[in-house]
């Protein structure tokens, strides 16, 4: 009901004007570069219709809604969005890197702006990567109004001839923040001019998550191994995350526990994932991409490496997906709120067990078994 009351005071906020539906209003800014059709992809611009200057950051602000917004204020909040949807060739980005949707999607302030739609339809869009959107339809034009604001480092690479990867990095060393990254390089702003594409955001979303993280696990393998086992925990929108870190070196155990009637499940399921030290990965996942990269940030940050295991437990309380940003996030506070240090990883790991809310067996996993008879890393060093 929250949902439908949200759709209806957004589409009663659209004007109509020779069979045209006018939106007008600040994107928070809020885009997104669609899959569907690729290489001729949709280019998406969210407006909030009426709704000017700051009033639009919230309708896009990951950062402070996290702990604060409930699952149905999230959505309450991207039903009220209008997309603005125009299509495009991936290769066309070299043309449009330095023009007005492009720059809007990457300013520090809201973008007042107006799209003219030849069709709306009244429906929600879910993903479990990227935010959910709401009503929308295809765009006749779509014009922006105000100039764009851009962080100094963004403004100075989107006109270099560099790599992405090495434009990622420089502005993830600046401290940029990390959603404008991924839709610098989603929108065809980073990378050599010639080689510049439209990217889908999902893809853009794991491209950035995997650009850094591998950057930073280069840097922490050479790190010292903690000399503690620790159990850190968080939860947010019916995600509920432990992370163990325990003396090693580097390499990582990913639990997700899905419950029953919870989104994607009709029973209790369980997947493992695991990563070496090189690295190497199983399967690309994007949760488990977002959540280590808040654990190798935190390694990182102290100095270290270590054995990592994540568990991620999601109850029927997560009803609707909202992308994978509070993954990300929910496990970047987890390192902040460590809740006990053990003698041991079985101890550890029993500790976790039992504040699990599904009434499972951790060391009956294929993985936690592997974990105490596979062979350390220093194993192989020592023997070469």
Do not use: C
């Amino acid at each position: 009901m929250e949902r439908f009351r949200s759709m209806v005071n957004s589409l009663q906020r659209v004007k109509i004007s020779n069979s045209l539906k006018l939106v007008e209003g600040s994107t928070p800014p809020s885009a997104i570069v669609g899959e569907r059709g690729y290489p001729k992809v949709p280019l998406i611009l969210n407006i909030p219709p009426s709704v000017y200057g700051d009033e639009a950051k919230k309708y896009e602000n990951i950062k402070e809604w996290w702990g604060k917004l409930s699952l149905g204020d999230i959505i309450k909040l991207r039903s009220s969005l209008i997309s603005s949807i125009t299509k495009i060739k991936v290769e066309k980005a070299i043309e449009y890197y330095n023009t007005e949707i492009p720059l809007a999607v990457v300013s520090e302030r809201p973008v007042t702006s107006e799209a003219k739609l030849n069709t709306l339809e009244a429906k929600l869009r879910f993903d479990g990567v990227i935010l959910p959107r709401g009503p929308g339809g295809l765009a006749e034009e779509i014009k922006i109004i105000d100039n764009p604001k851009l962080p100094s480092k963004l403004d100075k690479l989107i006109f270099d001839d560099i790599k992405a990867s090495n434009a990622i990095l420089e502005l993830y060393k600046y401290d940029i923040d990390y959603y404008k990254i991924i839709n610098a390089l989603s929108f065809g702003l980073l990378g050599r001019k010639r080689n510049r594409r439209f990217v889908p955001t999902r893809w853009a979303i794991t491209a950035v998550d995997s650009t850094v993280s591998k950057y930073l696990h280069d840097r922490i393998i050479h790190y010292n191994e903690i000399n503690k086992i620790e159990v850190y925990y968080a939860s947010y929108l019916g995600n509920y995350f432990h992370l163990i870190l325990y003396p090693s070196k580097y390499k990582s155990l990913w639990i997700e526990i899905w419950h029953p009637l919870s989104l994607w499940s009709k029973e209790l399921t369980i997947s493992e994932l695991t990563e070496n030290y090189w690295g190497d990965y199983e399967y690309i996942d994007g949760g488990y991409m977002a959540a280590r990269l808040a654990v190798l940030e935190y390694l990182d940050r102290i100095k270290r490496q270590a054995g990592i295991i994540i568990v991620r437990e999601i109850t029927e309380e997560y009803f609707a997906p909202v992308g994978n940003w509070h993954i990300r996030e929910t496990v970047r506070k987890a390192t902040e709120n460590k809740i006990g240090e053990y003698e041991s990883l079985l101890e550890a790991l029993s500790v976790v067990n039992n504040r699990l809310k599904a009434k499972i067996n951790l060391f009956k996993l294929n993985s936690i078994k592997a974990l105490f008879r596979q062979k350390l890393i220093t194993d192989f060093l020592n023997k070469q």
